[in-house]
């Protein structure tokens, strides 16, 4: 029930499509949902977050969408580009005990932005 | 840049070696974190240390000892470690590991290497 799954496990996009990742939970505890970018040789960088009080959450070229009600949210990446190309980790956390540490993240998705 | 610096960036080391890990942060958190990241993997919580003191120890290993000498910096001491042990090590920090919605924020982390 802690898990949290991640798909597609890789995808490739030509520059100036739109990237989509998709994750799904079990656990209804869950209450806060960031995403994670990272580069090869260099660690997980926070990219957006979002909590299940609201549906969409915008930053730029990054969104997040959020449906509670079927335990599943994603990461739409508009108008993507070369540099984007990195792995994607969702996680999620129950905060609802006080405490925040345990992330639990998703298997991670390799996105290649093709020029 | 990140703002969690790790020394140092590569280390290699045999199995009968003593040798440590740093990280520093200067963004005034209070919780600090150790995982370990294998290729192609999500990070995998080991430690985590709110006010200089050791909270979660995640069933880790005796041959990895943590140490937090004061709010600002974070050891991972490393002794007869085993090839398995090859990873990248990750250090993160939040504001406080009790206070909820508090993103993490990760180091580059050291790619260590076991002969």
């Known amino acids: 029930q802690q898990q949290v799954k991640q798909s597609p496990q890789s995808l490739i996009v030509q520059k100036g499509g739109i990237s989509i990742i998709n994750c799904a939970y079990e656990?209804?505890?869950?209450?806060?949902f960031p995403w994670y970018q990272q580069f090869p040789g260099k660690g997980p960088a926070l990219l957006i977050a979002?909590?299940?009080?609201?549906s969409e959450k915008k930053e730029g070229r990054f969104t997040i969408s959020f449906n509670k009600s079927a335990k599943q949210f994603s990461l739409h990446i508009m108008d993507s580009q070369p540099g984007d190309s990195a792995t994607y980790f969702c996680?999620?956390?129950?905060?609802?005990?006080?405490?925040?540490?345990?992330?639990?993240f998703g298997k991670g998705t390799l996105l290649t932005v093709n020029p | 840049d990140t703002e969690v610096t790790q020394t140092p960036k590569h280390l290699v080391m045999g199995m009968t070696n003593k040798k440590s890990l740093k990280c520093e942060q200067h963004?005034?958190?209070?919780?600090m974190y150790w995982y370990k990241q294998k290729a192609k993997k999500p990070p995998e919580l080991m430690f985590v240390?709110?006010?200089?003191?050791?909270?979660i120890n995640e069933s880790v290993p005796s041959r990895f000892s943590p140490e937090c000498p004061n709010s600002s910096l974070l050891n991972l001491h490393l002794h007869a470690l085993q090839p398995e042990d090859s990873a990248l090590y990750l250090c993160?920090?939040?504001?406080?590991?009790?206070?909820?919605?508090?993103?993490?924020?990760f180091g580059d982390g050291t790619r260590l290497s076991i002969l």
């Open positions: 656990n209804t505890a869950f209450d806060y």
């Open positions: 240390y709110s006010y200089e003191k050791l909270s």
């Open positions: 993160a920090s939040s504001h406080r590991y009790d206070r909820v919605y508090q993103p993490q924020h």
């Open positions: 963004m005034g958190h209070r919780a």
């Open positions: 996680a999620a956390s129950n905060n609802s005990g006080g405490s925040n540490y345990k992330l639990t």
């Open positions: 979002i909590r299940p009080d609201v």
